[in-house]
T-cell receptor, first 113, second 115 residues
Framework: SQQGEEDPQALSIQEGENATMNCSYK?????LQWYRQNSGRGLVHLIL?????REKHSGRLRVTLDTSKKSSSLLITASRAADTASYFC?????????????FGQGTTLQVKP | NAGVMQNPRHLVRRRGQEARLRCSPM?????VYWYRQLPEEGLKFMVY????????ESGMPKERFSAEFPKEGPSILRIQQVVRGDSAAYFC?????????????FGPGTRLTVL
């Protein structure tokens, strides 16, 4: 099963509303990252949070990490139509140092104007 | 400093043909990771290479797939005798550091379509 699993799988909101996406993982990690992918395009790195951090902000993005629950959330405030995309969380595999990232299945966000 | 380059961006092959995907890492990066993204799914790790060495190929299918990162030139992901199930987007990422997940930079991907 996936190291990273996200919910919801799909989310549709109105412009101006907040969007919250959740990610759960199974093993210990050193860091967790969130990426955005517009349809048919490449990945855009959004934010990285380390295992000793609980919350991080970047512009309209807020990421939280709860290592006791092995979960993270991404909050996008005051959403815009341009935020329409798929969002993925990705983790390392903790004790392993090969550097491979384990991605979740993603949350597809639609922001209606 | 140019980003990670991948070519071609789109590749169409018929079943049974070979596909060669190229990844040029960022300048100064000697570590390359390949990932595959099937339609409607997240990225799946395939292989991690350093110059002239395969470090971790735990995500590579056992047959038909191979990867290399020669001393000179781009990293190549090679798929022999392609089948329809190989249709996917293939991304590479490069890093200046060994075994680092927080310094990986992704390329734009190659979208492979097998007819």
């Amino acid at each position: 099963s996936q190291q990273g699993e996200e919910d919801p799988q799909a989310l549709s909101i109105q412009e101006g509303e907040n969007a919250t996406m959740n990610c759960s993982y199974k093993t210990s990690i050193n860091n967790l990252q969130w990426y955005r992918q517009n349809s048919g395009r490449g990945l855009v790195h959004l934010i990285l949070i380390r295992s000793n951090e609980r919350e991080k902000h970047s512009g309209r993005l807020r990421v939280t990490l709860d290592t006791s629950k092995k979960s993270s959330s991404l909050l996008i405030t005051a959403s815009r139509a341009a935020d329409t995309a798929s969002y993925f969380c990705a983790t390392d595999v903790g004790s392993s140092n090969t550097g491979k990232l384990i991605f979740g299945q993603g949350t597809t966000l639609q922001v209606k104007p | 400093n140019a980003g990670v380059m991948q070519n071609p961006r789109h590749l169409v092959r018929r079943r049974g043909q070979e596909a060669r995907l190229r990844c040029s890492p960022m300048k100064g990066h000697s570590h390359v990771y390949w990932y595959r993204q099937l339609p409607e799914e997240g990225l799946k790790f395939m292989v991690y290479l350093q110059k002239e060495n395969i470090i971790d190929e735990s995500g590579m299918p056992k047959e038909r797939f191979s990867a290399e990162f020669p001393k000179e030139g781009p990293s190549i992901l090679r798929i022999q005798q392609v089948v329809r199930g190989d249709s996917a987007a293939y991304f590479c990422a490069s890093s200046p550091l060994a075994g680092s997940t927080d310094t990986q930079y992704f390329g734009p991907g190659t979208r492979l379509t097998v007819l």
